[in-house]
């Protein structure tokens, strides 16, 4: 099982251009998220998907667009980058577990700069 | 407002010194308290689930305790391979997660 994965590792924009991160699982875990990291700050929950065909906002869901593509795979769209969206970017999947927590599983992680 | 704060931002071991790291929450309605280790450039592993106050989990030098307010990661006689950024999380009610800063915790040979 590859688990998580993400591409591309590493991404450079200039201001305005857009991009899709693309994240798939193979874990048949109906959730996936999108989180990103910045320095000093715990990891933020842009969107999330319950399952497919469902996608809701987090904390910070803004300059983001997000498809669930199929049960695998959820992919995250900037349309118009600009530098405040520099970060490191995390996809994650979860399973279900007791009492209605999920634990979640995540990838390798995208390195975006924005100039 | 769910928040999860982080202490020691950093920390400094002698192989063998055995210590603690602290996560303080606050939550309405706790479905699940998560451990996470992160490796430099690499993703959060998962370590740790807890779910209710007094529960307690071990795994090799690790163990992480529970209660109402507090989580405890004890670290005994770490090894330089624990050095690490090791990570909080919440889950309040459906899936809002909050994650903490992090401790970042290095363990010197």
């Known amino acids: 099982n590859a688990g998580v994965t993400q591409t591309p590792k590493f991404q450079v924009l200039k201001t305005g251009q857009s991009m899709t991160l693309q994240c798939a699982q193979d874990?048949?875990?109906?959730?996936m998220y999108w989180y990103r990291q910045d320095p000093g700050m715990g990891l933020r929950l842009i969107y999330y998907?319950?399952?497919?065909?469902?996608?809701d906002k987090g904390e910070v869901p803004n300059g983001y667009n997000v498809s669930r593509l199929n049960k695998r795979e959820f992919s995250l769209r900037l349309e118009s980058a600009a530098p405040s969206q520099t970060s490191v970017y995390f996809c994650a999947s979860s399973v279900s577990g007791t009492s209605g927590s999920y634990t979640q599983y995540f990838g390798p992680g995208t390195r975006l700069t924005v100039l | 407002e769910d928040q999860v704060t982080q202490s020691p931002e950093a920390l400094r071991l002698q192989e063998g010194e055995s210590s603690s790291l602290n996560c303080s929450y606050t939550v309405s309605g706790l479905r699940g308290l998560f451990w996470y280790r992160q490796d430099p450039g690499k993703g959060p592993e998962f370590l740790f689930t807890?779910?209710?106050a007094g529960e307690e989990k071990e795994k090799e030098r690790l163990k992480a305790t529970l209660t109402k307010k507090e989580s405890f990661l004890h670290i005994t006689a770490p090894k330089p391979e624990d050095s690490a950024t090791y990570l909080c999380a919440v889950q309040a009610d459906g899936q809002n997660f909050v994650f903490g800063p992090g401790t970042r915790l290095s363990v010197l040979p």
């Open positions: 874990m048949n875990h109906n959730s």
């Open positions: 998907s319950a399952s497919e065909g469902t996608t």
């Open positions: 807890l779910y209710s």
